[in-house]
C-alpha cells in the first residue's frame, strides 16, 4: 500500500473514531511495525501457544486441532492464536462474550415434524426483512448486487472410473504370493519386488498397505520371510516408493481443470520428475537382466533420486492438504525455494517446479498489466472481476461503485512475492480498463513476466505498466477531458462562484420557490435556468448545458440527519419514516450534473450528493439574504413617518439588520473562509498527484472539509442554523404582510389600530408560519421574533463555543463565533441578563 493511501485511510479512521492521535505519527508507527523480522514472530506466536495450552483442560486436542491448520497453512492462523490468548487473559472480556453469547436455533427450538411450519415462517419473515432492507440501502446508495458466477464444473476422475488405469498400485492387481524359498535365492526376487513397487505395483514379498491418509505418505509391508539384513535395506529403499505413490496421486487429481491451471502446470511439471523415475527404474531393470545388480547396489543408486523425489513428495502433500490453488500454490512454492537456498540441487529442482507452476500465473498477471483483461476462468487470478455486466449496460449512477468495487483485491490468491506490489497490479489494470472502455488503444511495451529468485526481475516489469497505465489515464482525465475545467464549471454553480448567475436565476424563480414543489413543473425551473445561464457570464462557460435542475423529496435537514445516522441507534427511526410531503420548493430544489465517463469516476453520485448538499445549504442562505434585503426596500417608507410614529418601527429595522448581520456573516464564512481556502489546497493537490486513485482522495478530502466545515455534519449546530433561518423566513413574511399599511401611511391614512392591536385574522402565511393571534400587536410579534431570534443565536453561538480546542478540526468555525459575536454583543448581553437575575435575588 502506498503511503498517500495509508496516510489517507489513517486520517479517515482518526476522524471517525474522534483520536486526537496526529496521523503522520500514526503513519510512521505502522510502518516500522512491518519490519518485525518472521523468526521474532514464530517466537512470539509459540509462546502464546504454550499459554492457551496450559489453560485448557484437553490441551492434546487444542495442539492437535492447531498442528493440522499449520499442515494446511491456514492463513493468518498465528494472528488468531494471538487473539485467543489475548481473549483468555482478559477477564472481563471473557465475561462480556459469554454474556453476549446467543444460543442458536436448534438450542432453543426443538426440530420436529410439529413445530416445522412454525420454524419457516420465521425464517420466511427475517429473510424478508432482511431483504427488504438491503433493496432500500441499495436505492439509497446506488449500489448494484454482484451477479452470481456460475460455479466451476467438475468431472469424475478417470482414475476413480477406472482403477486399472491408475499407476499408483490399484487395489484390482494382486501379485501372487511366492513360495517360501531359501534366504540365498530370496534376493533376486526381492529385487524385482522392489522395481515394481518403484512403479507402482505390488510384489510378492513386498505389500502396500491400506491409506490412512489420502494426501499421506503410503506404507509397504515385508513379508516376514525375509532375513533380517535385506528387510532393513529393503525399508531404507521404499521411502522413494512412498515419495512415487504421493507425486502419483497428486498428479492424478490435480490434472483435472477444476484444479486450475497453476495446479495443472504444477501437476504436470511433476509428470516430467515422474517420467525421469521411470526411466531411471528402467534402466535399473536392465541391470537387473544383465545380473549385474544386487540389492547394496540398488541402495546405492537410488540415494540420488530419494532426495529429489523426497522434495517434490513434500510439494505435493503439502499442496493437497492446504487444498490449495492459484496464488497460494505459488506462495507454498516459493516458501520451498527460499528454505531451499544453500541446497544448489534441490533449489534447482524447486525453481523448475516454480516457473513451471507460474507460467500460467505470469500470464494472466501480463493480460491484467498490459492490456486490463481478466482471464481467470477458475478463479485463481489476485484481482477479481465482481461483475460480469458490462458497464454501458448498467443505469448512469453505476460508475459512483464502478472504481470501488468492480476490482477488488483477493487476498488469499495473492502470492507472497506479489505482496509488496498487489496494490499497484490493482491499479495498473484498473487503469488500463478505463483507458479501454474509453475507446483508447493502448499501447503499452508488453515485457514477458518470469519468476526469479531476485524480485526486481518481474518488480520492474509491473511497476513499468503501472507507470505507464497511470500516467495514460492522468493524460486522458486532465488534458484531454478537462477534468479542471469540469470541476470549476461544478464550483461555479454548485458552491456558488457565479454571483450574477445566482441572483439573476433567484429574480427570474422568485415566485416559484415559494409554491409547493408538487405544484411546479421542472421543464418551467429548467427553462428559468437555461435563461438565467444565458443573461449571466455563466454563458462563457463551455459545460453550461450539463448543468441540469432536481427536485428532492426531502429537506436539507431530513436528508443529512439521515446520512448521518447511518450505523447508529436512530438509523432505524431515519429508514422508518416516509418521505416527506408538502415541501417548498426551495427545500427540495437542487442542481444537478451531468458527467460523462470517464470524469463520472471522480463526478460520481456521491460526490455530486455532497456537492448538492453543500448548495441546498448555501442557496437557502441566499435565498433568506434575499427575502430580508427586500424587507429593507419596503422598510424605507416608514423613514418619511414623523419621528413619534416611526418609533414603532425602530425594533424592527434593528432587529432586520442583525438577521442580515448573521445571514451574511454565515455565507462569507462558508464562501470565504471555508470554500475558498479548502478549494485552492485541492488544486494545489491536484497539481502533484501521480494517478487517478490521489484524485479521488483529494476530491473527497475536499467535500468532507466543506461539509465538515459549514457545519453540515454536526447535527445540533446544523439544527440551530435551520431554526434562525427559518425565524428569519417567519419575520419577513409578516412584515411583508403588513407592508399595506405602510402604504396607507404613506398617504397620509395611518390606522390607529397598528400601534394598538391591528387585526390580522386575515393574514394568510405561507410556508410553516400560522396565523398570528389577533391579541398580539405589532410592537409584541415583533418583540417574540426578538427574542427566539437572540435565543436561537445565543444557542449557535455556545454550541461552538463547546467544541473541543484542542485540535485544529474547528479551528474555522471559532473565527465565525468571532464575527457573529461581534464586539461581545450576544455574550454581554447574556452577562447583563445573568447580573440582573443576581441582583434581583440578592434583594429578594
Known amino acids: 500500500m502506498s503511503e498517500f493511501k495509508l496516510q489517507h485511510i489513517v486520517a479517515d479512521l482518526l476522524n471517525t473514531l474522534g483520536g486526537k492521535v496526529n496521523p503522520n505519527k500514526l503513519v510512521e508507527y505502522l510502518q516500522e511495525s512491518q519490519t518485525v523480522d518472521s523468526g521474532g514472530c514464530i517466537v512470539i506466536a509459540q509462546n502464546h501457544l504454550a499459554r492457551l495450552s496450559q489453560d485448557i483442560p484437553d490441551s492434546s486436542a487444542f495442539l492437535a486441532k492447531y498442528n493440522d491448520l499449520k499442515d494446511k497453512n491456514v492463513d493468518s492462523l498465528d494472528a488468531f492464536v494471538q487473539l485467543l490468548d489475548h481473549i483468555s487473559q482478559d477477564i472481563s472480556l471473557k465475561e462480556f462474550l459469554i454474556k453476549s453469547n446467543r444460543p442458536s436455533l436448534s438450542a432453543t427450538t426443538e426440530l420436529t415434524k410439529d413445530n416445522l411450519p412454525q420454524i419457516k415462517n420465521r425464517l420466511k419473515k427475517a429473510v424478508t426483512k432482511k431483504s427488504t432492507k438491503d433493496d432500500s440501502l441499495k436505492s439509497i446508495l446506488n449500489t448494484t448486487p454482484t451477479v452470481p458466477l456460475a460455479s466451476t464444473p467438475t468431472v469424475v476422475s478417470w482414475v476413480q472410473r477406472r482403477p486399472n488405469m491408475t499407476w499408483d498400485f490399484s487395489p484390482t492387481i494382486s501379485h501372487q504370493s511366492v513360495p517360501t524359498v531359501p534366504a540365498v535365492s530370496q534376493e533376486n526376487i526381492l529385487i524385482e519386488d522392489i522395481l515394481n513397487i518403484l512403479i507402482g505395483l505390488p510384489g510378492g514379498y513386498i505389500e502396500p498397505e491400506e491409506l490412512k491418509d489420502l494426501y499421506g505418505p503410503r506404507t509397504f509391508k515385508i513379508n516376514d520371510n525375509v532375513p533380517l539384513s535385506l528387510r532393513e535395506l529393503i525399508k531404507q529403499i521404499l521411502p522413494l516408493a512412498s515419495h512415487y505413490s504421493i507425486i502419483q496421486r497428486f498428479t492424478e487429481e490435480k490434472m ?265 413543473h421542472q421543464s418551467c425551473i429548467e427553462s428559468l435556468m437555461d435563461l438565467a445561464l444565458r443573461l449571466s457570464s455563466a454563458i462563457d462557460d463551455p459545460y453550461k448545458d450539463d448543468l441540469r435542475t432536481e427536485l428532492l423529496p426531502y429537506d436539507l435537514q431530513f436528508q443529512m440527519f439521515k446520512i448521518l445516522s447511518i450505523q447508529t441507534n436512530s438509523e432505524q427511526v431515519y429508514w422508518s419514516v416516509a418521505e416527506q410531503e408538502k415541501l417548498l420548493m426551495i427545500q427540495s430544489f437542487s442542481f444537478s450534473y451531468e458527467v460523462h465517463w470517464p470524469l463520472s469516476l471522480i463526478l460520481n453520485r456521491k460526490s455530486l450528493a455532497c456537492y448538492q448538499m453543500i448548495f441546498r445549504h448555501l442557496f437557502y442562505c441566499k435565498y433568506i439574504e434575499r427575502m430580508i434585503c427586500q424587507v429593507w426596500k419596503s422598510n424605507k417608507v416608514a423613514k418619511k413617518f414623523p419621528f413619534d410614529d416611526a418609533q414603532h418601527y425602530r425594533a424592527a429595522f434593528a432587529l432586520r439588520q442583525r438577521m442580515l448581520h448573521c445571514i451574511q456573516n454565515l455565507e462569507y464564512h462558508m464562501m470565504v473562509e471555508v470554500i475558498e481556502p479548502h478549494w485552492c489546497t485541492f488544486l494545489n493537490k491536484i497539481a502533484k498527484v501521480q494517478n487517478v486513485d490521489e484524485i479521488l482522495s483529494c476530491h473527497w478530502d475536499f467535500l468532507n472539509s466543506c461539509l465538515k466545515d459549514c457545519m453540515l455534519t454536526i447535527p445540533p449546530i446544523l439544527s440551530t442554523i435551520m431554526k434562525l433561518l427559518s425565524i428569519c423566513e417567519e419575520f419577513c413574511e409578516f412584515v411583508q404582510q403588513m407592508q399595506r399599511y405602510f402604504v396607507e401611511a404613506e398617504l397620509g391614512t395611518l390606522p390607529n389600530s397598528l400601534y394598538e392591536s391591528s387585526t390580522q385574522n386575515e393574514l394568510v402565511f405561507q410556508g410553516n408560519c400560522e396565523p398570528t393571534e389577533p391579541t398580539l400587536s405589532f410592537k409584541e410579534k415583533i418583540a417574540i421574533f426578538d427574542v427566539s431570534f437572540s435565543g436561537a443565536l445565543i444557542r449557535l453561538l455556545d454550541q461552538i463555543n463547546e467544541l473541543n480546542r484542542d485540535t485544529s478540526e474547528h479551528e474555522r468555525l471559532f473565527n465565525l463565533l468571532y464575527r457573529l459575536d461581534f464586539n461581545s454583543f450576544y455574550s454581554g448581553q447574556l452577562k447583563k441578563i445573568g447580573l440582573e437575575r443576581f441582583v434581583k435575588d440578592s434583594s429578594g
Open 256 to 520: 483435472r481443470f477444476e484444479f486450475g491451471q497453476v495446479n495443472n502446470a504444477l501437476a504436470e511439471a511433476m509428470q516430467n520428475i515422474i517420467k525421469e523415475h521411470m526411466l531411471f527404474t528402467i534402466q535399473l531393470e536392465s541391470e537387473f537382466r544383465s545380473s549385474n545388480l544386487s540389492i547394496q547396489k540398488l541402495w546405492f543408486y537410488v540415494q540420488r533420486n530419494m532426495q529429489s523425489l523426497g522434495i517434490a513428495a513434500n510439494i505435493a502433500s503439502t499442496i493437497s492438504k492446504s487444498d490449495a490453488k492459484g496464488g497460494k500454490v505459488l506462495s507454498l512454492l516459493h516458501d520451498h525455494v527460499v528454505g531451499s537456498i544453500g541446497d544448489e540441487r534441490a533449489q534447482l529442482l524447486c525453481l523448475k517446479l516454480m516457473e513451471a507452476a507460474c507460467y500460467p500465473y505470469m500470464k494472466m498477471l501480463g493480460m491484467w498489466i498490459y492490456r486490463g483483461i481478466i482471464s481467470d476462468p477458475i478463479n485463481e487470478f489476485l484481482i477479481e472481476d465482481n461483475e460480469v455486466v458490462q458497464r454501458e449496460d448498467m443505469p448512469v449512477d453505476y460508475s459512483a461503485d464502478y472504481w470501488e468495487k468492480k476490482y477488488a483485491v483477493r487476498r488469499e490468491r495473492i502470492p507472497k512475492f506479489l505482496e509488496p506490489v498487489a496494490d499497484i497490479i490493482l491499479k495498473a489494470g484498473k487503469y488500463l480498463n478505463v483507458i479501454r472502455q474509453c475507446g483508447k488503444p493502448v499501447k503499452n511495451k508488453v515485457l514477458p513476466i518470469q519468476y526469479k529468485i531476485e524480485e526486481k526481475h518481474y518488480i520492474e516489469a509491473i511497476e513499468k505498466a503501472y507507470i505507464f497505465a497511470s500516467q495514460t489515464l492522468l493524460d486522458l482525465v486532465i488534458k484531454e477531458k478537462d477534468l479542471l475545467g469540469r470541476l470549476k464549471s461544478v464550483k461555479h454553480y454548485f458552491l456558488l462562484d457565479q454571483g450574477d448567475f445566482i441572483v439573476t436565476f433567484l429574480s427570474l424563480c422568485e415566485k416559484e420557490l415559494g409554491k409547493y414543489s408538487v405544484d411546479v
